[in-house]
Nanobody, 128 residues
């Protein structure tokens, strides 16, 4: 079983940037697709974006495409989320997640039920 720990959350002004990191332990994630989800105050959890196990393929939700960028380092067993041009509506707890090992290295998915490991979340607050 893989354990995931997010870091890098905090308070930022609208238009600012923040970089979140997700560190994996317990097993290698080098062939496993990973993703970011978020849950804003009073909202359901929503998909943000994901990256394939080999890092070749990425996919983003419409609300964040062009502002948020996912990358990964399979040597360090980490995944990052670079967040630029942040908006107040980006305020949420951000979670990283990993899909099961049965999926191929090029696989990406928006479906939360296909992720079988989750971090505890990190708070991002965008406010002036």
């Amino acid at each position: 079983q893989v354990q995931l720990v997010e870091s890098g959350g905090g308070l930022v002004q609208p238009g600012g940037s923040l970089r979140l990191s997700c560190a994996a332990s317990g097993r290698t994630i080098s062939r496993v697709s990973m993703g970011w989800f978020r849950q804003g105050p009073g909202k359901d959890r929503e998909y943000v974006g994901s990256i394939s196990g080999n890092g070749v393929n990425t996919y983003y939700a419409d609300a964040v495409r062009g502002r948020l960028t996912i990358s990964r380092d399979n040597v360090k067993n980490t995944m990052d989320l670079q967040m630029d041009s942040l908006k107040v509506e980006d305020t949420a707890v951000y979670y990283c997640a990993a899909v099961g090992s049965q999926y191929g290295v090029g696989y990406v998915t928006t479906l939360s039920h296909e992720y079988d490991a989750w971090g505890q979340g990190t708070q991002v607050t965008v406010s002036s």
